[in-house]
Nanobody, 120 residues
Framework: QVQLVESGGGLVQPGGSLTLSCAAS????????MSWYRQGPGKLRELVAS????????NYAISVKGRFTILRDDAESRVYLQMTSLKPQDTAEYYC?????????????WGQGTQVTVSP
């Protein structure tokens, strides 16, 4: 059974830092692209950052580029989102996402989400 479990969310002051973690199990981690999405109050879910199966290419939303970093640890089957210089606009539920990359129409999986709140 595939599971993606996020952790590390919480309350942080503007300008602060926070690191989210996603633990994957039940899959061959190196076969998957990994991403972080977020959904703020009254907003659509948006892609924040992604990293390919080899860990060689990353992509970021313009709003977080230069502040957030996505990393993967294949030995531990984990993906991280390092967040710095946090702004109130970053407040959202953050979700881990895995997409199979060894077939044209591969499976994809979602974590349960973790809340990040940026407030004084």
């Amino acid at each position: 059974q595939v599971q993606l479990v996020e952790s590390g969310g919480g309350l942080v002051q503007p300008g602060g830092s926070l690191t989210l973690s996603c633990a994957a199990s039940g899959l061959t981690f190196t076969d998957y692209y990994m991403s972080w999405y977020r959904q703020g109050p009254g907003k659509l879910r948006e892609l924040v950052a992604s990293i390919d199966d080899l860990g060689s290419k990353t992509n970021y939303a313009i709003s977080v580029k230069g502040r957030f970093t996505i990393l993967r640890d294949d030995a531990e089957s984990r993906v991280y989102l390092q967040m710095t210089s946090l702004k109130p606009q970053d407040t959202a539920e953050y979700y881990c996402h895995a997409r199979y990359t060894r077939a044209i129409w591969g499976n994809e999986y979602w974590g349960q989400g973790t809340q990040v709140t940026v407030s004084p």
